[in-house]
């Protein structure tokens, strides 16, 4: 936006990296502020909002069904019994009293582990992902030629992206009632284990296979994230009492990581070297993404912020219509004749608290649409550079610290923070003003006036 009102006003745009070095140093300021002052502003008292600091994580959840000494991973020996059968075929727990929640097989990139589902055939050194007690997995990698192997932080990370737990409860009208775990058929019926079953908030002990089940038992069930949300719409045999904490914070898509990057570096590189024009290129790595299945394109949509997209476009045609009748060179004036007597300086000091003060209330992309024209014209009427007072339009559109409602960014961590609107207020108002003052040091120097 500010590009385009240099273009408008006949100058010449800034290069991609032009905002660059002034951003670099306000990234530091604020680092050293946040690291230094603004953490003794911040609440002490833990976040006492939101749901994800009440949930249970993945080890807590383990822990009150005995499981955590219980997780082991093996690999399959060639010459093993086991390979060619489906998981469903093994009866790994009626046969051993184990239970195969994941199997590791290495993909194009790195290892990939997959929900051990009922179709799913044994290969040649696959690992195993299982859980049950030590004494019967010695007696499984006997008699079924299996190494086992130490589960490192690599391993647990992406045990943790691929594969997770919830736990589910059965009402009094379940039909689960009175069937044993082997008739309820949960793997093949929703393509996840049960690993556990607590009853009167006491973990049952040893092969569950045969345990019938009763009102008011709850289940720790373990498989694919996707498999574990889809329990939420099941609502007449179990009901899912809280999803684990680590659920808010998996990334659906995490395996095209490697193609999201490319697609990024892709789209800076047009960007810097003019390939494209700009909304040529993000456009083209939106599609990108979408076509790599980096993200759904429903996904896509919600993540539209509609609100700031209407205020933008309605923004636009202001710009235009103050420009047309004047409104821009009234206001330029005023700022004019009420600064410009002092040196172009403080101009730029009225300037910044302008667009930061409008910056507070709308986005900083429609704080730019309708201060940049101004900001150029007044410098155009002090016979001094506009280059400085654009710079310091976009500084300071985007200085939105002082409310929660001034950036999509801020209202994300108010709540999972905890904080309340005098929090931004206490710790943002301050950096606004040290903002403020690097911009008017730095900006001349960098950007003469």
């Given at each position: 936006?500010?590009?385009d009102?240099?273009?408008?006003a006949?100058?010449?745009?800034?290069?991609?990296?032009g905002?660059?070095?002034?951003?670099?140093?306000?990234?530091l300021?604020?680092?050293i502020?946040?690291l230094?002052?603004?953490?003794?502003?911040?609440?002490t008292?833990?976040?006492q909002?939101?749901?994800?600091?009440?949930?249970r994580?993945?080890?807590e959840?383990?822990?009150?069904?005995?499981?955590?000494?219980?997780?082991?991973?093996?690999?399959?020996?060639?010459?093993?019994?086991l390979?060619?059968?489906?998981?469903?075929d093994?009866r790994?727990?009626?046969?051993y009293?184990?239970?195969i929640?994941?199997?590791?097989?290495?993909?194009?990139?790195?290892?990939?582990v997959?929900?051990?589902?009922?179709?799913?055939?044994?290969?040649a050194?696959?690992?195993?992902?299982?859980?049950?007690?030590?004494q019967?997995?010695?007696a499984?990698c006997s008699?079924?030629?299996?190494?086992?192997?130490?589960?490192?932080?690599?391993q647990?990370?992406?045990?943790?992206?691929?594969?997770?737990?919830?736990?589910?409860?059965?009402?009094?009208?379940s039909?689960?009632?009175?069937?044993?775990?082997?008739?309820?058929?949960?793997r093949s019926?929703?393509?996840?284990?049960?690993?556990g079953?607590?009853?009167?908030?006491?973990?049952?002990?040893?092969?569950?296979?045969?345990?019938?089940?009763?009102?008011?038992?709850?289940?720790?069930?373990?498989?694919?994230?996707?498999?574990?949300?889809l329990?939420?719409?099941?609502?007449?045999?179990?009901?899912v009492?809280s999803?684990?904490?680590?659920?808010?914070?998996?990334?659906?898509?995490?395996?095209?990581?490697?193609f999201?990057?490319?697609?990024?570096?892709?789209?800076?590189?047009?960007?810097?070297?003019?390939?494209l024009p700009?909304?040529?290129?993000?456009?083209?790595?939106?599609l990108?993404?979408?076509?790599?299945?980096?993200?759904?394109?429903?996904?896509?949509y919600?993540?539209?912020n509609?609100?700031s997209?209407?205020?933008?476009?309605?923004?636009?045609?202001l710009?235009?219509a103050?420009?047309?009748a004047?409104?821009?060179?009234?206001?330029?004036?005023?700022?004019?004749?009420?600064l410009?007597?002092?040196?172009p300086?403080?101009?730029?000091?009225?300037v910044?608290?302008?667009a930061?003060?409008?910056?507070?209330?709308?986005?900083?992309?429609?704080?730019?649409?309708?201060?940049?024209?101004?900001?150029?014209?007044?410098?155009?009427?002090?016979?001094?550079?506009?280059?400085?007072?654009?710079?310091?339009?976009?500084?300071?559109?985007?200085?939105?610290?002082?409310t929660?409602?001034?950036?999509?960014?801020?209202?994300?961590?108010l709540?999972?923070?905890?904080?309340?609107?005098?929090?931004?207020?206490?710790?943002g108002?301050?950096?606004?003003?040290l903002?403020?003052?690097?911009?008017?040091?730095?900006?001349?120097?960098?950007l003469?006036?």
């Open positions: 936006m500010i590009n009102a240099l273009s408008d006949g100058l010449q745009p800034f290069g991609f990296f905002v660059t070095p002034i951003g670099l140093l306000m990234l300021l604020g680092i502020y946040m230094t002052i603004g953490r003794r502003l911040l609440p008292s833990p976040p909002t939101g749901t994800a600091g009440q949930r994580t993945l080890w959840l383990a822990q009150s069904y005995d499981l955590t000494e219980q997780l082991h991973r093996l690999r399959l020996d060639p010459n093993s019994s390979i060619g059968e489906t998981v469903a093994a790994l727990r009626t046969r009293g184990i239970n929640v994941g199997i590791g097989r290495r993909g194009r990139l790195s290892e990939e997959s929900p051990a589902l009922s179709h799913l055939e044994f290969h050194a696959d690992e195993l992902y299982l859980v049950g007690p030590n019967a997995v010695e499984f008699a079924e030629r299996l190494d086992r192997l130490l589960i490192d932080d690599s647990q990370r992406t045990l943790a992206n691929e594969l997770g737990m919830v736990e589910v409860m059965l009402p009094p009208d039909e689960l009632i009175g069937q044993t775990l082997s008739q309820a058929a949960f019926r929703h393509g996840l284990s049960v690993l079953i607590r009853r009167k908030r006491q973990p049952l002990p040893g092969n569950l296979i045969q345990e019938k089940l009763a009102f008011g038992d709850t289940l720790l069930v373990a498989g694919s994230w996707k498999q574990i949300g329990l939420q719409d099941e609502q007449r045999d179990f009901l009492l999803l684990p904490a680590e659920h808010s914070t998996i990334a659906p898509a995490y395996r095209q990581a490697p999201a990057l490319l697609i990024l570096l892709a789209m800076v590189v047009s960007m810097t070297l003019g390939l700009n909304v040529a290129a993000v456009l083209l790595a939106a990108a993404m979408g076509l790599f299945r980096c993200l759904r394109m429903e996904d896509a919600r993540s539209i509609w609100p997209l209407v205020v933008i476009a309605g923004m636009l045609p710009a235009e103050m420009q047309q004047g409104g821009v060179t009234l206001i330029a004036d005023a700022l004019v004749t009420g410009g007597g002092f040196g300086l403080v101009l730029l000091a009225g910044f608290l302008l930061a003060l409008l910056g507070m209330f709308i986005s900083n992309t429609a704080t730019a649409v309708l201060i940049a024209p101004v900001a150029i014209a007044a410098a155009q009427q002090l016979e001094v550079s506009a280059y400085p007072f654009a710079m310091t339009v976009a500084v300071a559109a985007s200085a939105a610290f002082v929660p409602v001034s950036s999509p960014v801020n209202t994300l961590v709540a999972p923070g905890g904080y309340r609107f005098l929090d931004f207020v206490r710790v108002f301050p950096l606004l003003l903002a403020m003052v690097l911009t008017l040091v730095l900006v001349p120097i960098l003469p006036l």
